[in-house]
């Protein structure tokens, strides 16, 4: 059995948001220590919204003979068996680029339970990202371990000239 491979949703937006949201815990310490409730109220709140981020895309994606899970400090969050998946793809976020296919915004890999359609493509980037799915930011590697488990089509939508 080949060691199961794990990746995290999107370190790039973990690293942002708990960066921001120390910067703010400090500014809210500063508020209290001043006495400023009300600001010290509103930091906590930004705060929050930065760490829920932060969770959102902090999970580890990892796939095997079995299917693929999305787990969050050890706990399964969702999982899918092979059979259940009837698409995976590579989809590109920028949808609105101006008819520069080379401008692609952030790139995921996803898995779905569900086939979507060349003409509901377009919405279901604007609706990214759902929830019924399990998704992480493309890495090259990553498309090459999913290939000692899926040998389906890999969809692509929006990836500019990448070809898998």
């Known amino acids: 059995m080949e060691e199961k491979k794990r990746f995290m949703v999107d370190f790039g937006k973990v690293a942002?948001?708990?960066?921001?949201s120390i910067f703010l815990l400090v500014i809210l310490i500063v508020m209290i220590i001043e006495n400023q409730m009300t600001s010290a109220v509103?930091?906590?709140?930004?705060?929050?919204?930065?760490?829920?981020?932060?969770?959102?895309?902090?999970?580890?994606?990892?796939?095997?003979?079995?299917?693929?899970?999305?787990?969050?400090?050890?706990?399964?969050?969702?999982?899918?068996?092979w059979s259940e998946i009837n698409e995976v793809g590579v989809i590109g976020t920028k949808v609105f680029n101006h008819n520069k296919p080379e401008k692609t915004g952030r790139m995921y890999l996803y898995f779905s339970k569900d086939l979507i359609s060349e003409e509901n493509r377009f919405e279901f980037m604007l609706k990214w990202p759902p929830k019924n799915i399990i998704y992480s930011l493309?890495?090259?590697?990553?498309?090459?371990?999913?290939?000692?488990?899926?040998?389906?089509?890999?969809?692509?939508?929006?990836?500019?000239?990448?070809?898998?």
Not at 16 to 20: A, E, F, R
Not at 46 to 74: C, Q
Not at 138 to 164: F, P
């Open 16 to 20: 942002v948001s708990v960066t921001v």
């Open 42 to 81: 509103i930091f906590l709140l930004i705060s929050i919204i930065y760490l829920r981020e932060a969770l959102k895309n902090a999970p580890f994606v990892s796939f095997d003979e079995d299917g693929v899970s999305k787990r969050l400090f050890g706990r399964c969050l969702m999982h899918m068996n």
């Open 138 to 164: 493309y890495q090259e590697e990553q498309v090459e371990s999913l290939r000692s488990v899926w040998d389906g089509k890999i969809e692509t939508y929006n990836v500019g000239d990448l070809r898998l």
